[in-house]
Nanobody, 129 residues
Framework: QVPLVESGGGLVRPGGSLRLSCAAS????????IGWFRQAPGKEREAVSC???????????AYADAVKGRFIIAGDSAKNTVYLQMNSLKPEDTAVYYC???????????????????WGQGTQVTVSS
C-alpha cells in the first residue's frame, strides 16, 4: 500500500492553475514535514516546495526559486491533506509531481529529497497549449 496518494494533476494551458493534493490514510500529515517534488522526462527529480509540521514545528514553508511567487503549499488538518496550489503555470512546469513526508517528529521543512522517507506514486502535470 502506497503511504501517500497524490491527485489533481492533468493537462492545463500556460498561465492556468492546478491544485495538487497529497493525502494519507495511515499517517497524520500535520505531524510531519511534507515536501513536493517533481521530475520531468530526462531530468533529475527536483524539490518544489515543503512545509514543516504546524503541530510539532512552526509550519514554515519553503519554495524553489523556479516556483516562488506562483505556487503555494498549505495543509488542512481536518482533511489530513497537504495541497500545492500552482498558478501561472509554464510549460517548464510539466513533470510528474510527488509528495513526500519526513516522519521524524519535529522535523522541519527542507528542500532535499534525502530527508523524506515516505513517498507517493506521483501525479502527472502537463502544461501545454
Amino acid at each position: 500500500q502506497v503511504p501517500l496518494v497524490e491527485s489533481g494533476g492533468g493537462l492545463v494551458r500556460p498561465g492556468g492553475s492546478l491544485r495538487l493534493s497529497c493525502a494519507a490514510s495511515e499517517y497524520t500529515l500535520d505531524h510531519y514535514a511534507i515536501g513536493w517534488f517533481r521530475q520531468a522526462p530526462g531530468k533529475e527529480r527536483e524539490a518544489v516546495s515543503c512545509i514543516s509540521s504546524f503541530v510539532l514545528s512552526d509550519g514554515g514553508t519553503a519554495y524553489a526559486d523556479a516556483v516562488k511567487g506562483r505556487f503555494i503549499i498549505a495543509g488542512d488538518s481536518a482533511k489530513n491533506t497537504v495541497y500545492l496550489q500552482m498558478n501561472s503555470l509554464k510549460p517548464e512546469d510539466t513533470a510528474v509531481y510527488y509528495c513526500a513526508a519526513n516522519t521524524d517528529l519535529f522535523s522541519t521543512c527542507v528542500l532535499s529529497s534525502d530527508k523524506y522517507n515516505l513517498w507517493g506514486q506521483g501525479t502527472q502535470v502537463t502544461v501545454s497549449s
